[in-house]
């Protein structure tokens, strides 16, 4: 969708839906959010939906910011720690490396 | 580390290939569309000939290493000559589809000329041979050896690339000359192309002795490039005036005050504006 | 996607060899694959893989694509510097001769982060001195002795069994270790070596250098329970299961003078047996070399040899008590097929229990005995006060007496040597002794190697003699194995109360036991062996072979793992079918009723296993007429009761399980220099700029330089 032919209007609930969308545990949705309405929120001459979209854009950052700091926490303790885990970490994983505790 | 080997090898063979594709084709869908037609021509030919060669190989008797030699030989020679007929018969699809294409635009004007779709055509035929002849090569020289334990020469990776270049490129040259040919009706052209085609395929037979097979190939490569740089619209004088115009020279010749050539460019510049 | 794109290539093979018409590489008819002229594949090649317990991880592990290094062949002390610090081109492989393959160096190289892999090239004599990669003291935590039977005698104490033992097998190499034998590929290595690894007049070599590359990347890690664990997880949760490794596990063959009722289970009432016991199994460092030809063999020839005499008396003068002839696999590796058996006598799985053994006579290591002195073991814990264990060995002693054999104690302090019998010991102290060669420490000094083979035993034939010829020809170990067998049955005939007169009538023969030595040491596809077995078996007997071209081949003797394939080791198979001839009896039946004989009168599966047999082929023909054999020998299954249990860390029982694998390869081939690697990048980048830089030029001064075309161009547009 070409954001330029959109009323901005329409501008503002997509980006709604996305930044709830998000909550569902769905940071890529908070991604796109940021990186499709960065240009709206921050760039364009300002307009009376921009507020609420730049408040949105800021939150789906934030909310991305917070998954991307957890998400790589626990890879980083997980892959660290799987050999010494042993059961735990063979339960918990998807797939099995082979060869290596 | 054999993966230098691997990109050296894939840079040699394909890089020239790459910088005409990403200056000259890709911004144009037609030329693109071309491109990967002629390539696929070039498939077709390839599998036709190795059909033939199959059943040519099933048929005959395995042990009886002289008949084998000949086959090869035979199986070359008949290689070049379905490719050839194929660049013609791309040749002929080409032109009609230049009538329709003029047929449909606005101006009843196709929108690449002849000398364009030869050179696109030819590279399409170029690149897929290259990759054909080195795409084996290339996935082996990730390692972790390297060819010579039987005594074979260890530069067998470069060379190989180097000729891949000048396979591609020759292909493009070949196709430019062929076009023209078919397109002014001069039949010896066609006939140059093929024996030529069939002179470098043959060369290879040299190999490994490298220094018998490369440099006839650069040699004919650099001719082929001069012929279809001439048939294609090129000339002396226009060199000389994009070498005078555009060299470094250029500034120098600017503020010494020799005018004729600056004058000469000059009058370029003001034909073309 | 390159790689994809040019694996179908390779499947093409038309396309392929169109492919090269351009740019045909060598010489010669055709072109071939380019990597046919890169890489030499050693074929005959044999790995040491990764084994598990319950508390280790043993063997060796290379990475997926397999380890390379830079060949060096180790002949003196400064190779080893070469290899370990001063070569300058790590990491290199090792090649070695069987010599050098000994701990010190083993440890000094796997301590050494410059060593890539290793091949030994075995040669045809062990090391004078001997050689034993397998523990000084083999099984000592599997047998009786413990802290709570006979404390004293516990892990060796009184006697190291294996002295040679230098525990080689049971360490974890992080790089890959192959073995080859001396011949052809051997040759071709060292070539490559000294054609391109050694410098001119004590220079560093120059590029290019030979490196071998050896994959042997093996899935299971750590321990037995993980490995299980990890097969669980993969057969619940994943769509194509990739399991990590096998329990090893073969089966256990037991045959007996009167046949029992396999379909009962448990106590027999009124039933009481002897006990005649071997075992099936060895091993080596490498996976599926174990010739076993003292620690295997020789025993369970002598067993079938006493077996087979027997049966001259039986028929007409039945012993009062019944003998049960077992052959245990997989004892090397915690006494898999023994601990399984008195695991299913006490759960009454088995045709008797423990209860209906009167004694139990082993026979051990006995093909090295030195002017027929022979060795009665007994356990000295549990012999107080037995009169079964005196009677037991005064039989043997007055048997012995009659032949050239003399028989005798050794010192009373003494345990028992590594023996199935201990299995026996830790459920019941049932009397028993187990028959050696050697008193205290073994006499084989090659025990669990690749050595302990028909050389070593001196099964060896004067040369010229054809195969059929050697299969004949009665070695003078046979005769002494005769001996030994002929005292074995004499005891067991007595023990299970035969009278003395019909003793005399007991004979092993020798003829017999050599051909048993021929096809169990040298060649296992003879027409012997071939007569013996059923035709399914005789086709594997072929088929097994893996390399006909370079001589007889005996079978190998490592219990391994079942495959579907492969459900039955053909040593198992063998032993079961030789069985069955020497004790069985010829049924009027064709091959249908052979199969199935319930419905026939007088026949019934549940006594006696009927084999459908090949028989002995007549000299102008080339199919035997089969015949049917009746015989009450059976198959049961040597599998650890640790996995039945799922006690994947039991201490009692085996839990040694083996690593699954995806490849195993071995090849050399030349590797270039950084220099040439280096200048080839900085072509192609150069080529590449080059190209990018004109085209630009010439593209953006196109409409220049075709000028004339211009016109009709612009006549175009």
């Known amino acids: 969708m070409n954001l330029e032919r959109v009323p901005n209007e329409e501008k503002l609930n997509l980006c709604r839906k996305y930044y709830l969308g998000g909550f569902a545990f769905l940071p890529f949705l908070w991604l796109v959010n940021v990186v499709w309405f960065f240009r709206e929120a921050f760039v364009k001459p300002p307009y009376t939906e921009q507020q609420h979209i730049k408040t949105y854009v800021k939150r789906s950052a934030l909310g991305l910011l917070l998954w991307v700091a957890a998400l790589t926490t626990w890879i980083t303790i997980f892959q660290h720690f799987r050999a010494q885990w042993g059961e735990v970490a063979d339960y918990l994983s998807f797939t099995i490396p082979l060869g290596i505790p | ?273 | ?717």
Not at chain 3, 195 to 215: E, F, I, K, T
């Open chain 3, 1 to 717: 996607k390159l790689q994809l794109l040019s694996l179908n290539i390779m499947d093409g093979q038309p396309s392929l060899l169109l492919t090269c018409l351009h740019i045909c590489p060598l010489p010669g008819v055709g072109c071939s694959s380019v990597q046919q002229k890169i890489y030499v594949q050693l074929n005959k090649t044999f790995p040491c893989v990764r084994l598990l317990n319950a508390t280790h991880q043993i063997g060796c592990q290379s990475s997926v694509s397999g380890d390379t290094g830079v060949l060096h062949v180790l002949e003196t002390e400064t190779d080893l510097d070469w290899v370990l610090s001063s070569g300058p081109n790590p990491p290199y492989v090792v090649l070695m001769v069987a010599e050098h393959f000994n701990r010190s160096t083993m440890m000094k190289l796997k301590g050494s982060a410059r060593v890539a892999g290793v091949a030994v090239v075995i040669s045809k004599a062990g090391p004078a001195q001997g050689f034993s990669p397998h523990h000084s003291c083999p099984n000592q935590n599997s047998g009786v002795y413990s802290d709570s039977y006979g404390p004293e005698l516990a892990g060796c104490n009184v006697t190291v069994w294996n002295p040679l033992g230098n525990s080689l097998s049971y360490e974890d190499f992080r790089f890959p270790i192959f073995s080859l034998h001396e011949g052809e590929e051997a040759d071709v290595i060292r070539k490559c070596f000294l054609d391109h690894n050694r410098g001119v007049n004590g220079s560093d070599p120059a590029y290019p250098l030979c490196a071998m590359q050896l994959a042997s990347h093996m899935y299971a890690v750590k321990d037995t329970a993980t490995c299980m664990r990890r097969n669980d997880i993969q057969s619940r949760f994943s769509i194509s299961p990739e399991f990590v490794c096998d329990a090893l596990a073969d089966y256990n063959v037991w045959s007996s003078l009167k046949p029992l009722n396999n379909s009962g289970k448990g106590h027999l009432d009124g039933e009481s047996v002897v006990i005649a016991a071997t075992r099936l199994d060895s091993r080596s460092f490498f996976w599926n070399e174990a010739p076993g030809g003292e620690s295997a063999v020789g025993g369970f020839v002598t067993l079938l040899a006493a077996a087979q005499a027997l049966r001259a008396v039986v028929e007409d003068h039945p012993p009062s008590q019944n003998i049960l002839f077992t052959f245990f696999q997989g004892e090397t590796f915690d006494y898999i097929g023994s601990s399984r058996m008195v695991y299913d006598m006490e759960n009454g799985k088995f045709v008797i229990d423990l209860d209906n053994i009167h004694s139990l006579v082993e026979i051990g290591q006995v093909a090295l005995h030195r002017n027929g002195q022979l060795w009665l073991h007994s356990d000295p814990v549990s012999r107080r006060n037995s009169s079964v264990r005196s009677e037991l060995i005064s039989n043997m002693k007055s048997t012995a007496l009659n032949l050239s054999l003399s028989v005798a104690e050794p010192d009373v302090s003494q345990p028992l040597p590594p023996s199935s019998f201990q299995r026996f010991l830790r459920a019941r102290p049932i009397p028993g002794v187990v028959l050696t060669d050697h008193m205290s420490a073994f006499s084989n000094r090659y025990y669990e190697s690749l050595y302990d083979d028909a050389e070593y035993l001196n099964v060896s034939y004067p040369s010229g003699l054809s195969p059929e010829e050697q299969l004949e020809y009665v070695t003078d170990t046979a005769k002494t194995l005769a001996e030994v067998a002929t005292l074995v049955a004499r005891s067991l005939y007595k023990q299970a109360g035969g009278l003395d007169d019909h003793l005399s009538s007991i004979n092993a023969d020798p003829k017999i036991v050599t051909q048993m030595l021929y096809g169990f040491l040298v060649q296992s596809n003879n027409s012997w062996f071939r007569s013996l077995v059923s035709p399914d078996i005789v086709k594997n007997l072929v088929s097994a072979i893996l390399f006909p071209a370079s001589g007889p081949q005996p079978p190998q003797y490592y219990v391994g793992v079942p495959t579907s394939g492969d459900p039955v080791k053909m040593p198992t198979w063998l032993v079961q079918y030789v069985l069955a001839n020497f004790t069985g009896t010829l049924r009027n039946l064709t091959q249908t009723q052979c199969k199935n004989p319930e419905d026939l009168e007088g026949e019934s599966k549940d006594l006696y296993s009927y084999f459908w047999v090949q028989g002995p082929v007549p000299p102008n023909s080339t199919q035997g007429e089969g015949y049917c054999v009746r015989a009450p020998v059976r198959l049961v299954k040597a599998h650890s009761p640790a996995f039945e249990l799922h006690q994947y860390s039991s201490r009692d029982y085996s839990t040694w399980t083996e690593s699954r694998w995806k490849q195993i390869q071995a090849r050399i081939f030349l590797v270039a220099s950084r220099d040439l690697e280096m200048l080839t990048l900085g072509v192609g980048v150069a080529v590449l700029l080059v190209s990018l830089v004109v085209t630009y030029f010439i593209n953006s001064k196109a409409d220049l330089l075709f000028s004339s075309s211009r016109e009709t161009t612009s006549t175009a547009y």
């Open chain 2, 1 to 273: 580390m054999p993966v230098a080997v691997f990109f050296g090898c894939a840079f040699i063979a394909f890089g020239p290939a790459l910088a005409l594709f990403v200056f000259t084709i890709a911004r144009e869908p037609l030329r693109v569309i071309i491109l990967i037609a002629g390539a696929f021509f070039w498939l077709l030919s390839l599998l036709l000939s190795s059909l033939v060669w199959f059943i040519a190989v099933k048929a005959s008797n395995p042990e009886n290493v002289s008949l084998q030699k000949g086959l090869l030989i035979f199986g070359a020679v008949f290689s070049v000559v379905l490719q050839e007929v194929f660049r013609f018969a791309y040749y002929r699809l080409l032109r009609k589809a230049n009538e329709g294409l003029a047929a449909i635009s606005e101006e009843n004007l196709s929108p690449i000329s002849v000398q364009q779709m030869a050179y696109v055509a030819g590279l399409g035929f170029g690149i897929m041979s290259g990759a054909f002849s080195m795409i084996n090569i290339l996935s082996d020289s990730l390692g972790p050896g390297t060819v010579g334990i039987y005594g074979d020469s260890q530069y067998y990776f470069i060379t190989s690339a180097f000729m891949t270049m000048a396979m591609t490129l020759l292909h493009t040259f070949w196709g430019v000359v062929f076009f023209d040919g078919c397109e002014k009706r001069r039949w010896w052209v066609i006939a140059a192309v093929a024996a030529l085609h069939l002179l470098v395929s043959g060369l290879s037979f040299l190999n490994p002795s490298y220094e018998g097979s490369l440099p006839p190939a650069y040699v004919i490569m650099v001719l082929m490039a001069a012929w279809a740089f001439f048939s294609s619209g090129g000339s002396l004088q226009t060199l000389t005036q994009v070498w005078m115009c555009e060299s470094p020279f250029l500034s120098i010749l600017l503020y010494s005050g020799t005018t004729p050539i600056l004058h000469k460019c000059q009058g370029v510049a003001i034909l073309w504006n």
